[in-house]
Structures are given as structure tokens and as C-alpha cells.
């Protein structure tokens, strides 16, 4: 499945990521994207930026060499009820917003809590993706949470780190098998990104691909087989 956008990727910024913002440039340009998005972390991230980061977004060029450029944010969940840790300041600033779990900023409850929590995320208008719902240490009620993706117009991501061996999220490749059937099941659309945290990753969706090919998904529910997909990400709920 060919693939043409990746919007969620990571810089030294991020405070664990190993590459800057142009070197993620020109590995997009590299790999054939036609548009590149970055989403560091949130401030409950430690080591992450400070709000001051996402608000000086406007020097950033919209086009840098031949590959569009957009800059988002992923934000973290920080509770059960699905609410997140950005600002007004940073929402108005941003292109898009990823929401996810991570250790770092939420405990991992029981399937009906974390189920809450991404639910939760997904009923506010700004989230357009749910980034890696893979995990098998935040355990997830898969039903409800694709057919809460159809009802909300949220994108849910198939994460191309999460197929890395040595990932620290567990399960992923049979839980993202099952997240596919069941997108598939329930007509829910879906993004692949890379996650990158070494430019070399951005736009390298190899994993995914070939899962995606194997499984014969349509890729009409897949939005980034098409650069128009970008306006799902991007336009309001």
C-alpha cells in the first residue's frame, strides 16, 4: 500500500527523539512523502518543550523542498475521563492533535477506565487521532472504541514503531490485527504514521504496509493512500 503523509513523528525537541527538524525534512523528501507533520510531545511529557514551542509554529515554512509541511502536537491522556494536557494557546496554534496514552502521564487502569479515557479523548472536536490504541498494558475494549471512532469522525493510527521488535508496547502486532479487523468490520477509517524518533523512520511505513496488504484492507479506509486524505485530518470534526 502506498503511502504519502506522516504526521506523527518526533525531534530532539521531543526530549527522547535523536534528529532535528530538517533532517526529518529531507528524509520525508527521501522517502517520496508529499507532506510531513511534526507532533512532539506535550509539556506533561517530561523532557518535552515548553508551551512556547508550539506557539512560535508561524516561522516555520508551510513547503520545504517540494514536501508540505504541518505542525501538530501529540497530546497526552492524562485522566480517565479522556482529557488532555494542552492549553487553548496550544490548540489554536496547532494544524492537528494526535491524543495517546503514555506511562509517563497516566497510569494504566482497567480496560473499562483506559476504554473511558480514549473514548473520552475522542469526544473532544479537536482530536482528529488516537495515536498507537495497541498497547496490551493499557488493555482496550476494541469494540467500543472503533465504533466510538465512526460515531466521533476519529481517525485511529496503526502505528509503524509498534511493529518493532524491540517496542516497549506489548502485543502490538496482534492487537493492531485486531484493530484492523475490527476498523475493517465497522467501516472506521485509519492512519498509518511512523512515529518516527530517528529521521531515517519518517515515511517509513515497510511494517505496516505490507500487514495492511496482507490483510487485504480496503484502501478507502486508509486516509493517507491520498494526499486529499489530509483534509480529514485537518478540517474540524
Known amino acids: 500500500m502506498n503511502l504519502v503523509f506522516d504526521l506523527h513523528t518526533h525531534t530532539t525537541m521531543s526530549g527522547h527523539a535523536y534528529c532535528t527538524l ?116 493499557y488493555p482496550l475494549d476494541y469494540d467500543a472504541v472503533v465504533q466510538a471512532a465512526v460515531r466521533t469522525g476519529t481517525l485511529i493510527e496503526l502505528n509503524n514503531s509498534s511493529l518493532h521488535p524491540l517496542s516497549a508496547r506489548k502485543n502490538g502486532v496482534e492487537n493492531i490485527k485486531t484493530l484492523i479487523g475490527k476498523c475493517v468490520e465497522y467501516g472506521a477509517k485509519m ?19 505490507a500487514l495492511l496488504d496482507e490483510m487485504e484492507v480496503p484502501e478507502s479506509l486508509v486516509v493517507n493512500t491520498d494526499i486529499s486524505g489530509l483534509d480529514y485530518v485537518l478540517n474540524k470534526k
Open 22 to 137: 530538517l533532517e526529518n525534512i529531507q528524509c520525508a523528501r527521501d522517502n517520496g512523502l508529499q507532506a510531513y507533520g511534526i507532533s512532539e510531545h506535550a509539556p506533561a511529557m517530561p523532557g518535552t518543550v515548553s508551551e512556547m514551542y508550539f506557539i512560535n509554529f508561524k516561522v516555520i515554512p508551510k513547503e520545504v523542498y517540494g514536501v508540505k509541511i504541518f505542525c501538530g502536537v501529540e497530546a497526552n491522556i492524562i485522566d480517565y475521563d479522556g482529557n488532555i494536557d494542552c492549553s487553548k494557546l496550544i490548540c489554536d496554534r496547532v494544524d492537528y492533535m494526535i491524543a495517546s496514552m503514555h506511562s509517563h502521564c497516566i497510569e494504566a487502569g482497567t480496560m473499562a477506565q483506559n476504554t473511558s479515557a480514549i473514548i473520552g479523548a475522542m469526544e473532544n472536536p479537536l482530536i482528529k487521532v488516537i495515536g498507537h490504541p495497541d498497547d496490551s498494558r
Open 191 to 209: 492512519i498509518v504514521n511512523s512515529d518516527a524518533h530517528f529521521c531515517f523512520d519518517v515515511g517509513d511505513f515497510t511494517a505496516m504496509s
